[in-house]
């Protein structure tokens, strides 16, 4: 178990400093930052100073080293067009994203598994050929098309929830404020993890159903049969654990995914997260933001992956037999 760790570890920090170096050549090669903090009135005076006081005239290593250093301290430097630190700008939008990708994760997470488990059992019924041929819709249609239907349906025909922002929020410790705690918040919340999550609930239903189709027709869910156990243990204690094994990696990869590309989600529904921020950052070529929004979200995927291959390792005993070999 300790070598799993050690070897996931060592290729999370291999990508991580990937990351860092991709993200330390936006500030290298994408746009002059002493032009964009400045602009073209100043002087050639200024322009020196204000190079010399943010270290590019030091060597390109010196300034990956420290690079690295100020974002293990979470430094990103100055937001250029916010004139504010970075870090306060992400800290301010991290909980709307992570709420809104959290909430999203739960809802495809639950029902897929809920409804492709439900298929399986029941291929033959109305009820789940009707869900098949309904998943569909989570697969075929891009998002920002269903985040504007149901705008349409559920708040500009039927008023029953918001069609833009996140409501009310209440500040519950330090820089974390939630609107999970308020009928407004909780309102806001429903249309766009709705949307958020759908395909990856489609995702997950099929690639649930389909295993669990494979897994009854094994011998070993044969001969449970023939020693007469009721179905419930054998869907449930013998078959499902083994369908869950495949599932429970995309369901991580797929989480990273909820949050990294919430973006158009945000969008839509003019949510303040950091997919938003990411968005203002590319229009205005806002480089710090645009790098600590690339090295967080590696981080996140990194930070998830790790906790899979450990869920992973937990569930499936081929793997310790293996590493203990």
Avoid: C
């Avoid at 005239?57 to 301290?73: E, I, S, T, W």
């Avoid at 309904?134 to 891009?142: A, D, H, R, V």
């Avoid at 690639?207 to 027709?217: Q, T």
């Amino acid at each position: 178990m300790t070598a799993f760790i050690i070897r996931r570890l060592l290729q999370a920090l291999l990508v991580m400093a990937v990351v860092a170096l991709v993200a330390f050549s936006l500030f290298r090669y994408v746009g002059d930052p002493v032009h964009n903090m400045l602009g073209q009135e100043a002087t050639q005076q200024d322009r020196a100073e204000l190079r010399a006081a943010l270290g590019l005239d030091d060597p390109v290593p010196v300034q990956f080293l420290r690079f690295v250093g100020n974002a293990l301290q979470g430094d990103f430097g100055i937001s250029y067009r916010a004139a504010q630190p970075v870090s306060t700008l992400i800290a301010e939008r991290l909980p709307a994203t992570l709420e809104l990708a959290l909430t999203s994760a739960l809802f495809a997470v639950v029902l897929g598994i809920g409804l492709g488990i439900y298929t399986a059992l029941r291929r033959g019924g109305w009820l789940s050929r009707a869900v098949m041929t309904f998943s569909l819709i989570g697969i075929s249609l891009p998002t920002f098309l269903i985040g504007i239907v149901l705008i349409y349906v559920f708040s500009v025909e039927l008023g029953w929830f918001r069609a833009f922002g996140r409501g009310e929020t209440v500040l519950l410790w330090g820089w974390w404020e939630s609107a999970l705690l308020t009928p407004s918040g909780l309102a806001s919340l429903v249309l766009p993890a709705i949307t958020l999550g759908l395909f990856q609930l489609t995702l997950i239903m099929r690639l649930v159903r389909a295993e669990m189709l494979e897994v009854l027709r094994t011998d070993y869910i044969k001969f449970a049969r023939a020693r007469g156990l009721p179905d419930r243990v054998v869907h449930f204690g013998h078959a499902l654990r083994n369908t869950l094994v495949p599932v429970i990696t995309i369901i991580g990869l797929q989480t990273g995914t909820i949050i990294a590309f919430a973006i158009i989600t945000e969008t839509v529904f003019q949510w303040p997260g950091v997919g938003r921020l990411f968005i203002t950052a590319i229009r205005f070529v806002d480089i710090p933001v645009m790098s600590a929004y690339l090295v967080l979200i590696a981080f996140l995927f990194v930070a998830i992956n790790l906790i899979v291959d450990l869920l992973y390792y937990a569930v499936d005993p081929r793997l310790r037999v293996s590493d203990g070999g």
